[in-house]
């Protein structure tokens, strides 16, 4: 069994940055490859970011690709999201998830294991 649990988020403005952190009750963290999604009212949970087990591939939604970077600190069990040059529409409660079985990142049903989320809210 796998916990995850987020921190991070908050209320910012435009263009500021915020870092995301999900920390995971494992003992073999490493094993798992890591995605954070977010899910606004009303819409489906849309991915967002995923690493691999060491860290080494990342993949990013257009939506963000160039702001948010995801990375991990496998010795002390957590991914990050650190996301630059927030808008209004990245407003949203964001969620970590991890997988063993890394066939497609983006899909949420690769994922087994999901946090409670963090909200993030960008003011224009």
């Known amino acids: 069994q796998v916990q995850l649990v987020e921190s991070g988020g908050g209320l910012v403005q435009a263009g500021d940055s915020l870092r995301l952190s999900c920390a995971a009750s494992v003992r073999t963290f490493s094993s798992y490859a890591m995605g954070w999604f977010r899910q606004t009212p009303g819409k489906e949970r849309e991915f967002v970011a995923a690493?691999?087990?060491?860290?080494?591939?990342?993949y990013y939604a257009d939506s963000v690709k160039g702001r948010f970077t995801i990375f991990r600190d496998n010795a002390k069990n957590t991914v990050y999201l650190q996301m630059n040059s927030l808008k209004p529409e990245d407003t949203a409660v964001y969620y970590c998830a991890a997988t063993i079985y890394f066939g497609d990142p983006q899909r949420r049903g690769e994922y087994d294991y999901w946090g409670q989320g963090t909200q993030v809210t960008v003011s224009s």
């Open positions: 690493v691999s087990w060491s860290g080494g591939s990342t």
